[in-house]
């Protein structure tokens, strides 16, 4: 098993100051999972509890001479603390600067996977190691790192892998997700729960309430990306709350209810900086997707090198 890479500058920029700033909000720990063409970051795939987030980025957008090998068809996954990575490519960055040589860092930031005799152990413990090199002195950084996921673990991890890339039919934009947040930072005082209801319209409905108090927002209008649906005019002067409840009763809408936390987790990804934000509602009601869509720099073009979108748990309304 083996697995050794060099990170190229445009690769640490977007792991240090973009995803995995945004990733260590939504988990400490989460697999990183690399094959022969991608390095996957997921969060809770395994556990079945809180926020899923599937990030992936294909080998080219951050790495180098990449070469990975394995008995599993050269695949290999483990656990890793999140914030011990980000420290590692921080001080790996802050070293490179330091020791200068006007080469760029895409040369002399290796990363592998190796095994080390911590002291006074007699095993081997696996570790993600960063190699700095200078002209006259090289810094290595160790990052712990889990035992490899055999066989049969790799397996369940790219089974629902397959199953967490199914996307809604009905998808709305999210223009503003800092507006969003705000809402959801007042909805965090109200009450745990919070009722979402996306429509075929582009009409996206969050709303939270106790025996005392209801408090909710609605986007209307917003883009939609797949099945859609043209709205009644009669629906045109009536409140958010009854519009919503008509347009899940013509089956124009679904809706469901999440923790609170965890959309105001699945908010945090605005750190990654994504060109567009959609949500949608799984068929069923199976959970509640959020895609993060990012574009070429310079254009209005898809970037397929890089993805990410969440699944947040849906909650018994009972």
Known sequence: MKFKAFLTENGVNLLEKRFLPALDKMGKICHLFLTREHAFFLHNLLSGDGVQSITQFQKEALFDDYRISSQNEDRIAFSIDISLLNRAVR?????????????????RLQIKLVK???????????????????????????????KPLSRAQVLELQTALDMAQDLPQTLVQVPDLNQLQNFVDRMKHVGDLLNVSISKYGDLHVQTST?????????????????RAVPPP???????????????????????????????????????????????IAPQGACL??????????????????????????????
């Open 211 to 227: 025996t005392l108090i209801t408090l909710g927002a609605e986007f209307r209008k917003l883009l939609v990306v797949g099945e």
């Open 234 to 280: 009669e629906d045109q002067n009536i409140s958010a709350q009854i519009r919503s409840e008509r347009a899940i009763l013509r089956g124009d809408a679904q809706s469901v209810q999440v923790n609170v936390k965890h959309f105001s987790k699945s908010l945090q990804c605005h750190l990654v900086k994504p060109d567009c934000a959609f949500y949608g």
């Open 116 to 146: 080390k005799l911590p002291p006074n152990s007699t095993l081997p413990t696996p570790f993600l190691t960063f190699e700095t090199k200078g002209y006259k002195s090289a810094v290595i950084q160790d990052v712990p790192i889990s």
């Open 91 to 107: 001080s790996s960055v802050s070293i490179c600067s330091e020791l200068g040589g006007g080469g760029s860092t895409a040369n």
């Open 289 to 318: 997707t959020v895609i993060f869509q990012f574009f070429i720099p310079g254009t209005r073009q898809t970037d397929k090198s890089i993805s990410l979108h969440c699944r947040l748990p849906v909650l018994d309304p009972s």
